[in-house]
Nanobody
């Protein structure tokens, strides 16, 4: 069983930055893909960023170039650095763990919420204009 807990959310003005953290218990990064997801009121949960144990990453088009996902294997921590935040980034952000996939000997992570099994409770990010 993987337990995840997010922190670092808050309220910022447009153009500001936040760094989200996700603490994981009793698991190794080599076993899972790790992802960040967000859900705004009235909208479906969407994938923001994912990272594999080898450091390869995947981003949603809407955040590419502004957000950076990273992990500290020694501390079992996952991070999401969010720069140049926009009002449309306002949402509840959650971290998640899920299986990796393989194709032709290469592994990869997906950004669909259906591909992740373990979820944190979330941390709220609010960006004002």
């Amino acid at each position: 069983q993987v337990q995840l807990e997010e922190s670092g959310g808050g309220s910022v003005q447009s153009g500001g930055s936040l760094r989200l953290s996700c603490a994981a218990s009793t698991y190794t990064y080599s076993d899972y893909c790790m992802g960040w997801f967000r859900q705004a009121p009235g909208k479906e949960r969407e994938g923001v960023a994912a990272i594999d144990s080898d450091g390869s990453t995947r981003y949603a088009v809407s955040v590419k170039g502004r957000f950076t996902v990273s992990q500290d294997n020694a501390k079992n921590m996952l991070y999401l650095q969010m720069n140049n935040l926009k009002p449309e980034d306002t949402a509840m952000y959650s971290c998640a763990a899920g299986p990796r996939y393989y194709s032709g000997g290469d592994s990869y992570c997906l950004l669909s919420r259906f591909d992740y099994n373990y979820w944190g409770q979330g941390t709220q990010v609010t960006v004002s204009a």
